[in-house]
C-alpha cells in the first residue's frame, strides 16, 4: 500500500520540547508513501529552525512559516498545499503509533473516504485509556449507516480528535471544508462532523495508531469558566447542527441520535447549564435559553432522572416544565447564591 500517498499537516507553535518526538515517530513508520507539512504558526522558541532542520534534510518534509493565528489557521494553511490522496492530522506534542501508518494505508484498499483507527490516551505520559473502534472492518458505497454505527461507541469518542483518520483530500477540497478559525474549541469536532456529511464510504482499524498526551492547560476537561463558556456556547450550536444535519440524511442511524443525546446533549448543553446555575453571566439570556431548548427538542431520549450528574436532573426538570422565563428566574436566583463559591 506504498502507493497511497498521505498528507501529514503538523501545526506547530512552540513545541520545542515535543517536536523530534513526533518527527521521530514518523520516520520510524514501515510505510514511507508521504508528504510532511510542517505548519510553523509563529513560535517564539527554537520551533522554526527544527522545522527548516527536518526540511533541509528530508525531501517528504516541507515547512511553512506563518504569524501566529491558532491551530485551525495552520491545519488550514497544511490543507492549502496538501497533495497526498488522503491527510491526517498529528499534533506537535502527540506521536503516531509504530506501524500506523501502514495500517491506515491497509484499510484504504477500497477506496473509502474516511479512515478511523483508534488511539490511546496518556495522562501524566502514563498510559490512561485506549479508544478504537470494535474491529477492522471496510464498509463500501451504501453502507455509510453501519460505519457510523463502527465508530460512534458511547458517546462519540472518535470524533472529539482530528488525529488517528485519514481524510480523502478530494472531499475536502471538493467542499471547501476547513477548521473554523473563529472557534479555539471543539473546532475539530466540527471539522468531523461536517466531513461525515459528504463521505459515502468508510473503514475502521481496531488498534491505537495514534498515542495523545493529555498536558496542562489543555480546553478538555477541568473546570467550567468563563471564558470556557463563552468557548462552549459558540461551538455547541454548531456542532449540533451539523449533526442534526446527518440525523436527518441518514434518520435510520440511531447511532447519530445517540451520539447527539450523549456528547452534544448530556455532555456540552448540560455543561453550559451546569455553570449558568452557578455563575454570573451576560451569556444567560432568555434568547440563549430559547436556543439551548431548541437543541433539546431534538433529542427524543432526554430523560429527567437518566444520569447521576450534579445540576442535570434539574436543568432537565426546567426544560420538561418548558418555561423559558421560570428557568431564567431559576438560574439568575441559583447563581446569585452559588457564585461566591465558584469566581
Given at each position: 500500500?506504498?502507493?497511497?500517498k498521505?498528507?501529514?499537516?503538523?501545526?506547530?507553535?512552540?513545541?520545542?520540547?515535543?517536536?523530534?518526538?513526533?518527527v521521530?515517530?514518523?520516520?520510524?513508520?514501515?510505510?514511507?508513501?508521504?508528504?510532511?507539512i510542517?505548519?510553523?504558526?509563529?513560535?517564539?522558541?527554537?520551533?522554526?529552525?527544527?522545522?527548516?532542520?527536518?526540511?533541509?534534510?528530508?525531501s517528504?518534509?516541507?515547512?511553512?512559516?506563518?504569524?501566529?493565528?491558532?491551530?485551525?489557521s495552520?491545519?488550514?494553511?497544511?490543507?492549502?498545499?496538501?497533495?497526498?490522496?488522503?491527510?491526517?492530522?498529528?499534533d506537535?506534542?502527540?506521536?503516531?503509533?509504530?506501524?500506523?501508518?501502514?495500517?491506515?494505508a491497509?484499510?484504504?484498499?477500497?477506496?473509502?473516504?474516511l479512515?478511523?483507527?483508534?488511539?490511546?490516551?496518556?495522562?501524566?505520559?502514563?498510559l490512561?485509556?485506549s479508544?478504537?473502534?470494535p474491529?477492522?472492518?471496510?464498509?463500501p458505497?451504501?453502507?455509510?449507516?453501519?460505519?457510523?454505527?463502527?465508530?460512534?461507541?458511547?458517546?462519540?469518542?472518535?470524533?472529539r480528535?482530528?488525529?488517528?483518520?485519514?481524510?480523502?483530500?478530494?472531499?475536502?477540497?471538493?467542499?471547501?471544508l476547513?477548521?473554523?478559525e473563529?472557534?479555539?474549541y471543539?473546532?475539530?469536532?466540527?471539522?468531523?462532523?461536517?466531513?461525515?456529511?459528504?463521505?459515502?464510504?468508510?473503514?475502521?482499524?481496531?488498534?491505537?495508531?495514534?498515542?495523545?498526551?493529555?498536558?496542562?492547560g489543555?480546553?478538555?476537561?477541568?473546570?467550567t469558566t468563563?471564558?470556557?463558556?463563552?468557548?462552549?456556547?459558540?461551538?455547541?450550536?454548531?456542532?449540533?447542527e451539523?449533526l442534526?444535519?446527518l440525523?436527518?440524511k441518514?434518520?435510520?442511524?440511531?447511532s447519530l441520535?445517540?451520539?447527539?443525546?450523549?456528547d452534544?446533549?448530556?455532555?456540552?448543553?448540560?455543561?453550559?447549564?451546569?455553570?449558568?446555575?452557578?455563575?454570573?453571566?451576560?451569556?444567560?439570556?432568555?434568547?440563549?435559553?430559547?436556543?439551548?431548548?431548541?437543541?433539546?427538542?431534538?433529542?427524543?431520549?432526554?430523560?429527567?432522572?437518566?444520569?447521576?450528574?450534579?445540576?442535570?436532573?434539574?436543568?432537565?426538570?426546567l426544560?420538561?416544565?418548558?418555561?423559558?422565563?421560570?428557568?431564567?428566574?431559576v438560574?439568575?436566583s441559583?447563581?446569585?447564591?452559588?457564585?461566591?463559591?465558584?469566581?
Amino acid at each position: 500500500m506504498d502507493k497511497v500517498k498521505v498528507s501529514i499537516i503538523i501545526p506547530v507553535y512552540n513545541s520545542e520540547e515535543y517536536l523530534d518526538a513526533c518527527v521521530a515517530g514518523i520516520l520510524k513508520q514501515d510505510m514511507t508513501s508521504y508528504e510532511v507539512i510542517l505548519v510553523d504558526d509563529g513560535s517564539t522558541d527554537s520551533s522554526p529552525l527544527i522545522c527548516d532542520r527536518l526540511s533541509s534534510t528530508d525531501s517528504r518534509f516541507r515547512t511553512i512559516h506563518k504569524s501566529n493565528g491558532g491551530v485551525s489557521s495552520a491545519r488550514n494553511a497544511g490543507i492549502a498545499l496538501a497533495q497526498g490522496e488522503y491527510v491526517t492530522f498529528i499534533d506537535s506534542d502527540d506521536i503516531l503509533a509504530p506501524g500506523a501508518l501502514k495500517a491506515l494505508a491497509d484499510a484504504t484498499a477500497g477506496s473509502p473516504d474516511l479512515v478511523v483507527g483508534g488511539f490511546d490516551i496518556y495522562q501524566d505520559e502514563i498510559l490512561y485509556a485506549s479508544i478504537c473502534p470494535p474491529a477492522t472492518v471496510s464498509f463500501p458505497s451504501g453502507n455509510v449507516q453501519d460505519f457510523f454505527s463502527a465508530t460512534v461507541l458511547d458517546s462519540g469518542e472518535l470524533y472529539r480528535g482530528p488525529w488517528a483518520k485519514l481524510y480523502r483530500l478530494s472531499i475536502i477540497k471538493k467542499h471547501t471544508l476547513r477548521f473554523d478559525e473563529s472557534l479555539s474549541y471543539a473546532e475539530d469536532k466540527l471539522f468531523i462532523y461536517e466531513f461525515l456529511g459528504h463521505i459515502t464510504s468508510g473503514a475502521t482499524v481496531d488498534v491505537p495508531v495514534y498515542q495523545y498526551f493529555r498536558r496542562p492547560g489543555t480546553l478538555s476537561g477541568g473546570k467550567t469558566t468563563l471564558h470556557r463558556l463563552a468557548q462552549l456556547y459558540d461551538v455547541v450550536p454548531l456542532c449540533a447542527e451539523a449533526l442534526l444535519h446527518l440525523m436527518d440524511k441518514y434518520p435510520e442511524a440511531s447511532s447519530l441520535q445517540k451520539i447527539y443525546h450523549n456528547d452534544i446533549v448530556c455532555f456540552d448543553i448540560m455543561r453550559i447549564l451546569r455553570t449558568f446555575l452557578k455563575c454570573r453571566t451576560d451569556l444567560l439570556s432568555e434568547s440563549s435559553l430559547k436556543t439551548l431548548y431548541s437543541l433539546l427538542e431534538r433529542d427524543d431520549r432526554l430523560r429527567v432522572f437518566e444520569r447521576k450528574v450534579p445540576g442535570q436532573v434539574i436543568n432537565t426538570l426546567l426544560y420538561k416544565i418548558g418555561n423559558v422565563r421560570l428557568s431564567l428566574l431559576v438560574y439568575r436566583s441559583v447563581s446569585m447564591i452559588l457564585y461566591p463559591f465558584y469566581a
